[in-house]
């Protein structure tokens, strides 16, 4: 007879379905585990681009502006809420500025400042209204473009501005020939790469001179609705020039221009200083509605100085240095000079 072998019986689990409050409690945790991105419980301040993945990058990306507008409802909620609560201003890097030792807000030192500027090389301009008669010229081989910024540039002075061409001539030898001629102001352009980006400035007969940082430059053709301005006197607009050597770069600014406004022209040229930038601009002001309103038309041309040398005397000369922008004066955003 044949022996019966024996099979081996294997127990089989059943499997119970878990309850439904079970199912909803792993969701959540789930969606826990999901909301914790980076060791963060939220979005708001996950940088997204850490992850390499390009599919998952977009879903925290969406996960994270939905979570934004959530924020800002929430936000528009509470104000509604509380109409009567006080609205704290917006804190500006001008608002978070470092004030430098210079800083003339005292009456003291303005009157010191003030009794130094009655001998400065400017007194002649300030006090017995000298108007300026300006010779510019550029750096060696001008190209075209620097052509067009001096057309633009020229006028905006007024007539008694002249140009010299640069030839083979030095500066010194210009500067030499400007004060036998009775010139008053000496102003260089030089530029890199066919673009403008420096600003020579000599205070004549005795200094001081002045290098600037020319960018942002915007020809008066590329302004929208731009005007074209007349031959009148310019207003003149100096902000924000609070420091001595804030001062210093203002009166010099000043003796640019005539002394005595036309009114009647409408020209308004302003030098607004914001962080050390000097931002140049160029109006007409035009009033409406019986002298209700006033609209302003931009003539143009726009460009931005930054002061990086004041010294004391001529081009050549060995004179004192009142200020020299290093490269670690700007790293923090805070700083200011002027």
């Not at 917006?90 to 430098?100: N, S, V």
């Not at 002394?259 to 140049?280: A, E, L, M």
Request: glycine letters at 4%; charged letters at 35%.
């Amino acid at each position: 007879m044949a022996k019966n072998k024996s099979k081996a019986v294997h127990a089989i689990k059943i499997k119970h379905n878990a309850p439904f409050s079970q199912k909803i409690k792993k969701k959540e945790q789930k969606g826990q585990k999901q909301r914790r991105v980076g060791g963060f419980k939220s979005l708001a301040n996950f940088d997204v681009s850490r992850i390499k993945n390009k599919e998952k990058r977009i879903q925290i990306l969406e996960r994270k502006q939905n979570e934004q507008k959530k924020t800002k409802k929430m936000e528009k909620k509470e104000k509604e809420a509380n109409p009567d609560r006080e609205k704290l201003d917006p804190l500006t890097i001008d608002d978070k500025r470092e004030i430098d030792e210079n800083f003339v807000f005292d009456e003291d030192d303005q009157e010191e400042l003030q009794n130094e500027e009655l001998i400065d090389e400017f007194q002649n301009y300030f006090q017995e209204g000298q108007d300026p008669k300006i010779i510019i010229t550029t750096s060696e081989r001008p190209s075209r473009q620097l052509f067009d910024f001096l057309k633009d540039v020229k006028d905006v002075f007024g007539p008694e501005t002249h140009y010299w061409p640069r030839k083979q001539f030095t500066i010194k030898e210009i500067q030499e020939y400007s004060i036998n001629k009775g010139y008053t102001e000496l102003l260089v352009f030089r530029e890199h790469r066919k673009e403008v980006n420096q600003l020579i400035y000599i205070h004549l007969p005795n200094g001081p001179t002045y290098k600037f940082k020319l960018t942002n430059y915007t020809p008066c053709d590329e302004i929208h609705h731009h005007g074209r301005f007349t031959d009148h006197n310019p207003e003149l607009i100096l902000n924000h020039f609070n420091t001595k050597v804030g001062r210093r770069v203002g009166r010099g600014l000043a003796a640019l221009f005539p002394s005595k406004p036309q009114f009647r022209g409408r020209r308004v040229v302003t030098f607004h200083n914001q962080r050390d930038f000097i931002f140049f601009r160029h109006h007409r002001y035009m009033f409406q509605e019986e002298g209700q309103k006033v609209a302003l038309q931009e003539l143009g041309p726009r460009f931005t100085l930054q002061l990086k040398q004041l010294k004391l005397g001529l081009f050549n000369d060995d004179g004192e240095i009142e200020f020299e922008a290093r490269d670690d004066y700007y790293v923090k955003r805070t700083a200011a000079f002027l």
